[in-house]
């Protein structure tokens, strides 16, 4: 009778500890070392980010059309939800350095981010404009639709995280304060690379 009465107790807590994982998927921008490798938009500053939110999707913002400097020029972007292989092709590189940041988060989180981004998918709500939102604020976006960022205007999200870099460091600041796990990979020494 004492075990049961454990176990019965135990249990709500069991259902509450349980967590989901959201992982924010990192390419680094870089530029050719060798003539046979491609230029990227961007160069060492560019690169790409995106939020994996299943086993193998990713979901990640780039330019619908026509991208200008401003919103008023440039077309609507497009979410898109891609495989991890796709993603990591975005650059037709091989060897790409990445990084990988795990989130923890509750399965109301997820549910909510899920729920929330779908419509994005259809139809992204705001242009990609080079000063504008573009792959990095656009992630920080999904992240506080599960609430695990705050809530900012899409003019903060903008500048504060203008390139991935940026975003980068403000990611491996909260990992290390809240003990989230970051994995990384090199990438091919036919490139030069972007640093943290």
Not at 101 to 112: D, G, L, R, W
Request: hydrophobic letters at 35%; aromatic letters at 14%; one cysteine or more.
């Amino acid at each position: 009778m004492k075990s049961l009465l454990i176990i019965l107790i135990l249990l709500p807590f069991r259902a509450v500890s349980q967590t989901d994982t959201l992982v924010v998927e990192v390419i680094y921008g870089s530029k050719p070392i060798e003539k046979s490798e491609r230029h990227w938009f961007g160069g060492k500053l560019g690169g790409h980010i995106g939020l994996r939110i299943g086993n193998d999707s990713v979901m990640h913002f780039v330019p619908g059309g026509r991208v200008a400097a401003t919103n008023i020029n440039s077309d609507t972007g497009k979410y898109l939800l891609s495989s991890s292989r796709q993603f990591y092709r975005t650059f037709y590189c091989d060897t790409t350095k990445t990084c990988r940041i795990f989130i923890p988060v509750t399965p109301a989180q997820k549910q909510q981010l899920l729920k929330d981004s779908g419509p994005f998918l259809k139809a992204a709500p705001y242009p990609y404009a080079f000063f504008g939102m573009r792959c990095a604020a656009a992630c920080y976006h999904l992240l506080s639709l599960a609430d695990v960022t705050k809530d900012r205007s899409r003019s903060s999200m903008t500048w504060k995280f203008f390139y991935p870099r940026k975003f980068r460091k403000f990611l491996f600041k909260e990992a290390t304060k809240k003990g989230w796990k970051i994995t990384s990979t090199p990438g091919s020494i036919k490139r030069k690379w972007d640093h943290d």
